[in-house]
Nanobody
């Protein structure tokens, strides 16, 4: 099974940027890859989902225009560029993989990383 490792989280001031990466242990070319987040006391939510070949990419309304997801299958890595960060974006961010796009959108992916903390605070 594919193993996923997120990196790039940290502390950033409001209005700042962070770039998250998620490295996979094997080829990801056939997977739909998703980014998710979960804040304390809140349900996990989908941030973005990107299909094989970037044929279909969705971003949550709350991050549309601020976050951009991308993938580099040659490097078996998926990225999340986060700009104009707001304290409401503070969460643990996870990447995940599944063969089914509907499962990615539903937050029901098959393989998950361990998460990386993003804190937006002055």
């Amino acid at each position: 099974q594919v193993q996923l490792v997120e990196s790039g989280g940290g502390l950033v001031q409001p209005g700042g940027s962070l770039s998250l990466s998620c490295a996979a242990s094997e080829s990801i070319s056939m997977y739909t890859l998703g980014w998710y987040r979960q804040a304390p006391g809140k349900q996990r939510e989908v941030v973005a989902a990107i299909s094989p070949g970037e044929a279909h990419t969705i971003h949550a309304d709350s991050v549309q225009g601020r976050f951009t997801s991308s993938r580099d299958d040659a490097k078996t890595t998926v990225y999340l560029q986060m700009d104009s960060l707001d304290p409401e974006d503070t969460s643990v961010y996870y990447c995940a993989a599944t063969f089914r796009r509907d499962r990615a959108i539903a937050g029901n992916a098959d393989y998950w990383g361990q998460g990386t903390q993003v804190t937006v605070s002055s």
